[in-house]
């Protein structure tokens, strides 16, 4: 099938599109696709996540309920573990994970696993998009060569793009359809045939010049992030020491109506993106025999900011002539970030076991999360009570949950360290330390 093919098959709706890995951007992809009429099957190692679908169960939460089982009910939308159905789709998009090796370099694993059962069936006139956020060069290094090598012509008989995801879960305002998507081709026909297919349903595409430059994008954009939270975290330790409160100073400065825009000191840097995508960038960068110093350096400050919040803890505990052994403290929040339910990469989960190397008795309490496994402990969610609050010598904040009575906890709490300025509204307080 020629570039002409797909291009008239993505326009009269009868494109067979397939998404591997059922995440929390693969399946919000699928969802678009079949919400524009299109046949969608994804594709997933997990049959517990394909048998969920086939049933008209969502587990995502940018998905809507309804939605999912209405797709699944009209066939638009089906689930399986077996790549072979490639054979009978014009295009697929590939959205697995790209996490980091325990030795701190990238893990593209998954891409590659990926990549080689699609080769198995793969057929002229297929458009393979990778989605997963990986470093510049994956595409035209791992991918690419790899179609050639079975005699697939890149931008001739297959089409080869990069288009990071830029899924922000739990974001009302900006889902699948109405965030731009940057999307690079090995060649301009891939482009051409990437922008028919994902044109389907996206209102607004960015083209750029090449898979690298795509691949960069994302880079940048979570790079930006880790650097700017790297620089407010330091700000925080600088104010401390020059006894300034840094959550005003930032406050002032975000009055600035241009060229300013705010980050917030916090406990370190969760989530499987921001701590994890520019050591992407500066691992290819030291391959090349260069040293990206500014993201050493942010991911130096951001990974010893837990080790920070537990020095202030420390300090707090013996202001009140209390030692942390022996203390029980209370860790309010686990999430990566507020109002989520995600604990990837959380640094609550480094400052609990920090604490318990100190002797502390550690309990913790978070709304949306039951229970959590640290390097040390294995601990559930304790309900937050009066009782409990008189019984802790500490509440830690770790994550600002909106749902939390800051008020109510002020009053019953003995001594607060607010790594997150939830308790902003209660002002100075003799009660409440802040970074
Ligand atoms: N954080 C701070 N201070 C800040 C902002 C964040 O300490 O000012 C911390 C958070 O608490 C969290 C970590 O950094 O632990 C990452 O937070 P994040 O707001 O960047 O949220 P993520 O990890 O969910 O990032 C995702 C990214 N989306 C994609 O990669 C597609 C990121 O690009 C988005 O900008 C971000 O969501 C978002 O804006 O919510």
Known sequence: MSLNDLQKKAKNGTLKVGVVGLGYVGLPLAVQFGKKGIHVTGIDVSPEKVASINAGENYILDVNDDELKDL??????TATTDYSVIKELDAVSICVPTPLRKTGDPDISYIIAARDEILKYSHPGLLLVLESTTYPGTTDEWIVPAFEEIGLKV???????????RVDPGNETYQTHNTPKVIGGATPNCLEAAKAVYG?????????????????????ENTFRSINIGLVNELAIMCHILKVDV???????????????????????????IPIDPIYLSWKLKTLKYRARFIELADDINTAMPEYVVSRITAALNDRSKSVKGSKILVL?????????????SPSLDIIDLLIERGAIVVYHDPHIASVRTALSELSSVPLTEDLLKQCDAVAICTGHKSIDYAWLTQHSNLIFDARNATRKEGKHEKIVRL
């Open 72 to 77: 699944v009910r009209k066939g638009l939308l």
């Open 155 to 165: 931008g001739e008989d297959v089409f080869i793009c990069f288009s990071p995801e």
């Open 200 to 220: 389907i349903f996206l209102e607004k595409i960015v083209p750029v010049s090449s898979t690298q430059a795509a691949e960069l994008v994302k880079l940048l």
């Open 247 to 273: 959550w005003e100073v930032i406050d002032a400065a975000a009055t600035k109506p241009f060229g300013f825009m705010p980050f917030y000191p916090g406990p370190g840097l969760g989530g499987h993106c």
């Open 333 to 345: 929040g686990v999430a990566y970030k507020n109002d989520i339910d995600d604990v990837r990469e």
